[in-house]
Nanobody
Framework: QVRLEESGGGSVQAGGSLRLSCGASGSLFSPEGMGWYRQFPGKQRELAATITNTGSTNYADSVKGRFTISRDTAKNLVHLQMNSLKPEDTAVYYC?????????????WGAGTRVTVSS
């Protein structure tokens, strides 16, 4: 059974930094990609940043230049360094991992960690 466990959320003032980490565990689990999505109150979950097992990254326009995603593929770890945080970054952040198979993409999710940025 695959489990994703997040850590590093919390409260910070605008302009501050936080680092989110997520570890994926499970027998022989080797995801093609991992990343972070975030969900604002009353909104659908949306992509913040993703990284593939070859190192290709994708960022939401709103976080480019401020957030950096990194991954330790061998250990199934993914990190999100968040700098210059803004109040509008306040959300629940979810770790994601996915695998590609004959039946398509299968996603796995963490329970979420809350990030609160105060002005």
């Amino acid at each position: 059974q695959v489990r994703l466990e997040e850590s590093g959320g919390g409260s910070v003032q605008a302009g501050g930094s936080l680092r989110l980490s997520c570890g994926a565990s499970g027998s022989l689990f080797s995801p093609e990609g991992m990343g972070w999505y975030r969900q604002f109150p009353g909104k659908q979950r949306e992509l913040a940043a993703t990284i593939t097992n070859t190192g290709s990254t994708n960022y939401a326009d709103s976080v480019k230049g401020r957030f950096t995603i990194s991954r330790d593929t061998a250990k199934n770890l993914v990190h999100l360094q968040m700098n210059s945080l803004k109040p509008e970054d306040t959300a629940v952040y979810y770790c994601n991992a996915y695998r590609l198979g004959d039946s398509g993409r299968r996603d796995y999710w963490g329970a979420g960690t809350r990030v609160t940025v105060s002005s």
